[in-house]
C-alpha cells in the first residue's frame, strides 16, 4: 500500500520544501508535483531551506504535466477542499476517515502491517506484501496556495478532507496541512515511538538509601531536632518518604551535602 502527496500548481518554492519536510517526519517519500510554476522548483534554493535535511524526499519527487500522471496507481483519491462545493464527495475530518478507510476493504490487515513494518525500519529495503494489488495506494492532493483545487479535480476523489479549525479563521499554510494531514495518517497506520529526550533515569538501591537516612539521623540529632532518647517515627516516616521519591544516586549525594552541611553548622556553633 502506498501513500502519494500530490501538489497541484504549486507558486511557491518554499512551500514545497515544508511539504518534503512534513512528508518525512511522518515516514513518506512519495511526492510529485503537478505542473508547479517553477519547472526547477525541487533545485531552488527556497525549497532546499525550507525542506530542512529531507532532500531524500526533493530528490525522489516527481514533476509531471498533468494530475492523471501523478495519480497513476492510486487507488484512493483524498482532496484537502475548505470552500463548499455544490456536489461531490462526501466532506469528512482526516481522523473520522482515516479510521472508516482501515475499517473497510480497500486495505488488508496484511498491507497496514508491512507500512507499519517499513515505516518502523526505514534503512532497510521495504518488504513486498504478496497478497496486495499492484501498486494500490492512496493519494492525498493539495491545490495551489492561491486558488486551492479545482472542481474537477475535487469531484474525481473519493473523499474531501477538512482539518477542523478554529470556525472564525481556518487558513492553513500549505505545508501545515500537509503536516497535519501526514501526522493523522502516520498515526492511523500506528505511529511511532516516542523517542525518550533524556536518558532513562537510574534508582538509588536500598543501601545507598539506608546510609542516606543513617547520615540525615545524625544531622537532626547535631540540630535538636530529633532527640535520639525519644525517636519516635520520624526516621520510619522519613524512609516512607524519600521510598515513595525513587530517589537517584545523585540525589543521594546531594541529600548528604545538606546532611553535612547541618552537622559542620551546628559543630561550629559550639
Given at each position: 500500500m502506498k501513500t502519494r502527496f500530490v501538489l497541484i500548481n504549486t507558486s511557491?518554492?518554499?512551500?514545497?520544501?515544508?511539504a518534503a519536510r512534513a512528508m518525512k517526519t511522518m515516514g513518506f517519500d512519495d511526492l510529485v508535483l503537478v505542473a508547479p510554476r517553477w519547472a526547477n522548483v525541487l533545485r531552488r534554493e527556497e525549497t532546499i531551506q525550507r525542506s530542512s535535511g529531507a532532500l531524500d524526499v526533493l530528490n525522489n519527487a516527481r514533476i509531471v504535466a498533468t494530475l492523471d500522471e501523478a495519480l497513476d496507481g492510486m487507488s484512493h483519491l483524498c482532496a484537502t477542499a475548505?470552500?463548499?462545493r455544490d456536489f461531490g464527495p462526501p466532506t469528512a475530518a482526516p481522523r473520522a476517515h482515516f479510521e472508516a478507510l482501515l475499517k473497510s476493504e480497500l486495505l488488508t490487515h496484511d498491507s497496514l502491517a508491512l507500512e507499519a513494518k517499513n515505516a518502523q525500519n526505514p534503512g532497510e529495503a521495504p518488504l513486498a506484501d504478496p497478497g496486495a494489488a499492484p501498486q494500490a495506494g492512496v493519494a492525498f492532493l493539495f491545490g495551489s496556495e492561491r486558488f486551492g483545487m479545482t472542481n474537477e479535480d475535487v469531484y474525481r476523489c473519493h473523499v474531501a478532507l477538512s482539518i477542523p479549525t478554529n470556525?472564525?479563521?481556518g487558513s492553513l499554510n500549505l505545508g501545515a496541512a500537509i503536516q497535519v494531514v501526514a501526522y493523522e495518517w502516520r498515526m492511523a497506520l500506528g505511529g511511532?515511538?516516542?523517542q525518550d529526550a533524556t536518558p532513562a533515569r537510574a534508582v538509588a538501591d536500598a543501601a545507598q538509601v539506608a546510609g542516606m537516612l543513617g547520615h540525615w539521623e545524625q544531622a537532626l540529632t547535631s540540630i535538636g531536632f530529633l532527640d535520639p532518647a525519644a525517636?519516635?517515627?520520624?526516621?520510619p516516616r522519613l524512609n516512607?518518604?524519600?521510598?515513595?521519591a525513587q530517589l537517584s544516586p545523585e540525589e543521594i549525594h546531594i541529600l548528604r551535602g545538606v546532611a553535612k552541611a547541618m552537622?559542620?553548622?551546628s559543630q561550629s556553633k559550639r
Open positions: 511557491h518554492a518554499g512551500n514545497v520544501g515544508a475548505m470552500t463548499p470556525p472564525g479563521f511511532f515511538a516516542v525517636p519516635k517515627k520520624l526516621m516512607q518518604l524519600f521510598n515513595r552537622i559542620e553548622a
